[in-house]
């Protein structure tokens, strides 16, 4: 393929498909690990991806009325944890003139949160509450379909079809054409009354039944929820375009310990250090000693992030409420960091918006706050970006260069939350004292379901073995039985 069609292959697909096994594992996987339909995907997937100019699709090169509208958008998670893709059939409108820049505007939503969260699936949601004949697309509605099925191996988890019009029946009959037998299998017809079987009220908005009072607007574009900031001192109740005072107020008592701290000593300040003196004041928090950091390690280009992707909490029976996340600045300069999430009314962060100095690492404890108990829908934000050796480390100087930093010099990084349901101790979670024996890693458990698959498919042969044994057995002993009634039937034949 790629010697005859190299000149209609982007070298970026090319290259990423030599070095990234998962993706070429996802396209196995759709296709059901047949090779041949697995190399026309990928061929027919790189054709389009070169074609719609996937890798260079950003907000600046859309009509900034594309977001404006907002029919298409990601917003929240189901309940098996997946994000969800919501087109708001209502604000579609049929335009043959509009029609590829709408096109391009899915296919940036999809890469945007592909290379984001590193190809996880999607949960698609059709918002079709007052919609009519007007808002029927066929042709983009094939087109989404196509993304799913053609050019996104392994991205799709079901479409929830909310409220759909009996006056569109007939063409979704057409749609369900388009669908392969897994696709259609993944089509879920929901309304008001049972659509929280698969999404929880939190994030569906009222007129679906929910009570998410989420509301689109752009600039600027919708990121995961994290509109709200923590504030380290517990969960806060209001916040302004910027900063909440509850946090303005953390960061200046947060900003004095740590000033108390380098006075002590300046070369030799640590995370260890600025937690202690933070948690003098509450008895409830004691210092972690001999902590143990995550096996698992994100390496930014600003600080290397450990754990790599997940906060192990435990449920409500193992009581278990804290974690940490070690962050290591790797640069030279000053890195500025802030922590959000998607829950801030559950979590209390140490320190949620600080500074770490050039080579040193910081330990920041987050913990449940009251009665709360962590949800695989949560999700956690970390922004960091470098900070000019002459700017300051305080409350106002953080709060002005977050207000001025440009957004593409901020990294950012996420994690998403594990709830541990047996009492068994995890690595990451913080008991009164001391950390407990690192929990598996992800690179673990794959290769114990590796060996898992193994033994399943030594004990498969085994069995057709021994069936093929019992069988021949029984194709022998009918043979013996033949022949003796056969040599029983002569000797009574020569008596007589």
């Given amino acids: ?67 404006e509208i907002g029919a298409l958008f990601l917003h929240g998670y189901d309940k098996e944890g997946y994000k969800l893709f919501w087109f708001k059939v209502k604000h579609h409108t049929r335009d043959p003139k ?51 099925t053609d050019y996104y191996p392994n991205f799709l988890t079901k479409i929830v079809i909310f409220e759909m019009p009996w006056i569109m029946n007939a063409a979704f009959k057409i749609v369900k054409g388009w669908l392969g037998p897994d696709a259609i299998s993944m089509l879920k017809f929901t309304n008001k009354s049972d659509v929280q079987e698969y999404i929880s009220g939190e994030y569906l908005p009222p007129h679906m039944g929910g009570t998410d009072s989420f509301k689109y607007s752009y600039p600027p574009l919708v990121d995961d929820d994290f509109q709200t900031p923590l504030c380290e001192n517990g969960p806060i109740t209001s916040e302004d375009e910027h900063e909440s005072k509850e946090e303005i107020d953390a960061d200046t008592k947060e900003a004095g310990d740590m000033n108390e701290a380098q006075n002590l000593n300046q070369k030799k300040m640590n995370s260890i250090e600025q937690i202690s003196k933070s948690e003098e004041t509450d008895k409830t928090e004691v210092k972690p000693k001999n902590a143990k950091k995550a096996l698992t390690t994100f390496k930014g280009p600003l600080l290397h992030i450990s754990p790599a992707e997940e906060l192990y909490f435990g449920s409500k029976e193992t009581g278990e409420k804290k974690c940490l996340i070690a962050l290591t600045n790797i640069t030279k300069n000053v890195v500025a960091f802030k922590v959000r999430t998607t829950a801030p009314e559950k979590y209390r962060v140490k320190p949620s918006n600080s500074s770490c100095e050039p080579g040193t690492s910081l330990d920041i404890i987050v913990s449940l706050h009251g009665g709360f108990s962590a949800s695989l829908q949560d999700r956690f934000l970390i922004m960091a970006a470098e900070m000019d050796q002459s700017s300051g480390a305080g409350v106002p100087e953080l709060t002005q260069f977050w207000k001025e930093v440009p957004r593409t010099k901020v990294m950012e990084h996420r994690l998403r939350c594990h709830v541990i349901e047996s009492s068994k101790p995890s690595s990451l979670t913080l008991k009164d004292n001391a950390f407990n024996i690192p929990a598996k890693t992800n690179e673990d458990l794959h290769i114990q379901l590796t060996h898992l698959l193994q033994i399943n498919r030594r004990l498969e042969e085994q069995m057709n073995r021994c069936l093929w044994f019992q069988q021949l057995s029984v194709v022998l002993s009918l043979l013996s039985v033949t022949v003796a009634a056969f040599c029983f039937y002569l000797a009574n034949a020569q008596r007589s």
């Avoid at 697995?38 to 061929?43: A, G, P, R």
């Fill in 1 to 67: 393929y790629f010697l005859d069609k190299s000149d209609k292959y982007d070298s970026r697909d090319v290259e990423r498909l030599q070095q990234d096994d998962k993706w070429v594992e996802n396209y196995l996987i759709w296709r059901h690990d047949v090779v041949d339909d697995t190399l026309k995907m990928i061929d027919e997937s790189f054709q389009w991806r070169k074609e719609y100019t996937v890798n260079d699709l950003s907000e600046s090169v859309l009509p900034k009325w594309l977001f």
């Fill in 98 to 148: 509009q029609q590829l820049e709408k096109k391009k505007l899915v296919a940036f939503w999809l890469e945007h949160y592909a290379k984001r969260d590193h190809g996880k699936p999607l949960t698609v949601v059709f918002d079709m509450a007052e919609t009519g004949i007007s808002h029927i697309d066929l042709d983009f509605v094939r087109f989404i379909v196509n993304c799913f």
